[in-house]
């Protein structure tokens, strides 16, 4: 749904998600409410939120026990799972969460795979201790576009004790999105204010490779447009305001 998918790539979905879970709620069906909780337990993962990723699993796990579906359910634990939450299922899960929450990473990555669900081959991956596993699930997301989500995976790493993945350059390494140096410098002056001619002549550089390094970012963020790139990195902390 579009609420989640705002906040895979650093954009708010949290007016898109209050109106969902406000009807799924209303209805009390859970065809509606177990899907829409989940989506809102990610973002509020991805936001660090763990204390109201609970409280989202919590108003919808009375209905997830009575109506145990195996992927619902299955879900839900996991999510429970990364904010610290061990609670046992009380019904058999569908067999990629079953792995992930046994600490299956590999077995659990291909799971998804076979059934063509790379973010979850990457959340599968995630929290390895293996580095291997976890350069992987980064490779993954970089392919999909979801900054968030690394800058996500990468603070509960780092907040686990688990080996932190380096990045194929520093520079790369100093914000969630990946972006170079030069790259994130380009937006920082985009973000100022400045045209692609004055940015050029700032960095002593020609427009066309402006253009490329601009071309880089919106790629990397997943966004369209400049516009909404510097929207984007100002929320992930990749260029300040002035």
């Given at each position: ?145 979801a900054p968030a989500v690394r800058h996500a995976v990468l603070r509960d790493r780092h907040a686990r004790g688990l080996v932190v993945p380096r990045g194929p350059r520093t520079a790369s390494r100093a914000n969630p999105a990946g972006l170079t140096a030069r790259e994130a410098e380009v937006l920082q002056l985009l973000a100022d204010g400045l045209s692609y001619a004055e940015v050029a002549e700032r960095l ?39």
């Amino acid at each position: 749904m579009a609420g989640v998918l705002a906040a895979r790539r650093g954009r708010d979905g949290t007016s898109e998600l209050d109106e969902a879970l406000t009807i799924a709620v209303r209805t009390g069906e859970a065809l509606r409410l177990i899907p829409v909780t989940a989506a809102c337990a990610e973002a509020f993962w991805i936001a660090g939120r763990t204390g109201d990723l609970v409280a989202a699993v919590d108003r919808a796990w009375p209905v997830a026990v009575e109506h145990p579906h195996p992927w619902g359910l299955g879900e839900l634990s996991w999510w429970l799972r990364v904010a610290g939450d061990g609670r046992p299922a009380i019904a058999p899960l569908a067999r990629p969460f079953a792995l992930m929450l046994a600490d299956e990473h590999q077995a659990a990555a291909a799971a998804w795979e076979a059934l063509g669900c790379p973010l979850w081959s990457a959340y599968a991956l995630a929290f390895s201790p293996e580095i291997r596993d976890a350069q992987q699930c980064l490779e993954i997301l970089g392919q999909l576009g979801a900054p968030a989500v690394r800058h996500a995976v990468l603070r509960d790493r780092h907040a686990r004790g688990l080996v932190v993945p380096r990045g194929p350059r520093t520079a790369s390494r100093a914000n969630p999105a990946g972006l170079t140096a030069r790259e994130a410098e380009v937006l920082q002056l985009l973000a100022d204010g400045l045209s692609y001619a004055e940015v050029a002549e700032r960095l002593v550089l020609s427009e066309k490779t402006v253009g490329h390094h601009v071309s880089a970012v919106l790629r990397k963020l997943g966004e369209p447009t400049r516009s909404r790139a510097v929207a984007a990195a100002l929320r992930l902390g990749v260029v300040a305001p002035r």
